[in-house]
């Protein structure tokens, strides 16, 4: 998960123009050159994709709200299952 909340994809699926943004990252097309911003690689550049395929692919959810208040912090209780031989 990005701190920008921007899809992370992994470089290693990508071809060498697919990192560059000269390529579609879904469709690998170069022409029309992709504009619109997929994503972004671990390095932090960004990926592309064709007017095309952008509509497809997973929108970037919104960062999750600040604070885990509801959600209590329970441990293995101690000194339970312990019995006598
Ligand atoms: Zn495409």
Request: glycine fraction near 12%; aromatic fraction near 4%; hydrophobic fraction near 30%.
């Amino acid at each position: 998960m990005s701190r920008t909340g921007e899809l992370m994809f992994d470089p290693g699926a990508l071809s060498a123009v697919q990192r560059d943004g000269d390529a579609c990252v879904v469709c690998h097309k170069r022409w029309p050159r992709p504009r619109v911003r997929a994503g972004c690689l671990p390095n932090g550049s960004g990926v592309f994709a064709c007017d095309d395929c952008a509509p497809a692919l997973p929108s970037p959810r919104p960062a999750e709200p600040e604070g885990g208040a509801g959600r209590p912090v329970s441990g293995p209780a101690p000194g339970e299952a312990v019995t006598h031989r």
